[in-house]
Each structure stands twice: as C-alpha cells, then as structure tokens.
C-alpha cells in the first residue's frame, strides 16, 4: 500500500530536549516536505526536499532542521525544542508531473507538545 | 493579504443540500489542489487541476485560471462529509511548494 508513516504519532516533551519525528515513504517520491499545522494559522511549510541531499527552507524554518540521505526518509529534527513548537505536524511527498508536481500524500499527523 | 483565500470559513448545511466552498489566489499557478481533514485526521489529497472540472463520485471541482478562482462543490451532501476543506496552490515556479489557504469547515447535520 502507497504511504507516508510518521514516528511518533504523539510525543509530550519538555523545553530543550532533543527530539526526532521520523517520515518515510514507499512511493519512491523525490520530493518531500515537512509542514505545522496552528489553529487560525492554516498548513505552513517548514522545510521541504526535492531530492537526496538536496533540502530547503521553507515558511517558518526557524528552531527545526532536516535531513535527507535516503530517498525515502525525511527526520525532522528539533535540536532544543521550546513550547512555539506545541503543534501538529504533517509530512508529505509528491513527484514531479509534466506541469507541476503531482499531488502530494501526506503522513497521518504527529502531534507534539512542549512544555 | 493571504495569497490563498477562502470562504466561507464555515459552513453549516443540512444532509442532501449542495455545498459549494470558494477558492481564489493571487499568484500565478501551475496547479490548484483540493484536500480533505477529518477531524482528528490525516490530510488527504481530492483534487489536482490545472483547468476545467473535475468530478469524482459527488465531489465536483472547477477552477478558472483567467479569474484565479476555484470552487469545490458537494452534492447530496452527507454527515460523513463533515471535515475541513483546504485549498492549495503550486505556484508557478513549480519546486513542489504549496501555498494554503486558511481552511473551511464543513458540518452537514442530518
């Protein structure tokens, strides 16, 4: 079955511990994104990948880092996360079309909070 | 201003009555994306267009490049329709970005 998964799902930490939300997926998609989802703030991309090795920042890039040495894998990384990073987030891949990337499956979701 | 808006924010409608949410933009597309959030939820994706309509089952959606509108249309709508509607575009610099808009909640009451 055709996938995103994300790890954890749920995750209560505190300020300043390092943590990491794991995406894989199964579709052997190039391009892949991270974003957060706020109340009365909408989807907000925060770093993106449009192949191995190759990531960008996004919208709100900042308290967050990435990496992508598998084409399948985008870690998200909070090296010393503080509570404005209290959020939903959501990964995503896609691949390119003739005209524009195709649509883009997204993960179920892990929901983070920072106290 | 948003690049993306929409409207209405939220919606109440009774089952069987047509829906019809607005999406309209301000930059230059290659492609406008319709996604579906049920409460609790994962995002998944309903529509990708570039023109025209596009219908799946009661699911029909229409954008107007000319205009920079699209408007997603529910017919016989149903409580299990309830879920919050996302309008996303790509622009044109086509890097696999999205830009959403704000979101419109949808409640169908039996």
């Known amino acids: 079955e055709a996938q995103v998964t994300q790890n954890p799902r749920y995750l209560i930490t505190v300020t300043g511990k390092k943590l990491t939300v794991t995406c894989s997926q199964n579709?052997?998609?190039?391009?892949m994104s991270w974003y957060r989802q706020d109340p009365g703030l909408g989807l907000r991309q925060i770093y993106y990948?449009?192949?191995?090795?190759?990531?960008d920042k996004g919208d709100v890039p900042e308290g967050y880092k990435v990496s992508r040495k598998e084409k399948r894998n985008f870690p998200l990384i909070l090296e010393s996360p503080s509570p404005n990073q209290t959020s939903l987030y959501f990964c995503?891949?896609?691949?390119?079309?003739?005209?524009?990337?195709?649509?883009?499956?997204f993960g179920p979701g892990t929901r983070l909070t920072v106290l | 201003k948003n690049e993306v808006e929409q409207s209405p924010q939220n919606l109440t409608a009774q089952e069987g009555e047509f829906i019809t949410i607005n999406c309209s933009y301000s930059?230059?597309?290659?492609?406008l994306h319709w996604l579906q959030q049920h409460p609790g939820g994962g995002i998944v994706s309903l529509f990708m267009?570039?023109?025209g309509k596009k219908k799946h089952g009661r699911l029909i959606a229409t954008i107007n490049i000319q205009e920079k509108h699209s408007s997603l249309h529910i017919t016989a709508s149903h409580p299990r329709d309830s879920a919050v509607y996302i309008c996303?575009?790509?622009?044109?610099?086509?890097?696999?970005?999205?830009?959403f808009g704000q979101g419109t909640t949808l409640q169908v009451k039996p």
């Open positions: 930059v230059g597309i290659s492609a």
């Open positions: 996303a575009v790509s622009p044109q610099s086509n890097t696999g970005k999205l830009i």
């Open positions: 267009l570039s023109s």
């Open positions: 579709m052997n998609h190039e391009y």
């Open positions: 995503a891949s896609s691949s390119p079309g003739l005209l524009s990337y195709n649509e883009q499956f």
């Open positions: 990948s449009m192949n191995v090795e190759v990531t």
